[in-house]
């Protein structure tokens, strides 16, 4: 792959907010918030 043309691909945490369930997945969303899963990651 070439280098500085890829988004950003990382773990982005998401919450459902009907339920406050919380799950994690490999996004290239762009975030604003930053949250913590019930097993300490950010």
Same mark, same amino acid.
């Given at each position: 792959?070439?280098? $500085?043309?890829?988004? !950003?691909? %990382?773990? &982005?945490?998401? &919450?459902?907010?009907? !339920? $406050?369930?919380?799950? &994690?997945? %490999?996004?290239?969303?762009? /975030?604003?918030?930053? $949250?913590? /899963?019930?097993?300490? %990651?950010?």
């Amino acid at each position: 792959m070439k280098e $500085g043309i890829h988004p !950003n691909y %990382r773990e &982005v945490l998401f &919450v459902d907010l009907s !339920n $406050g369930f919380k799950f &994690v997945i %490999r996004s290239c969303v762009n /975030t604003k918030e930053t $949250g913590t /899963t019930d097993d300490g %990651r950010e």
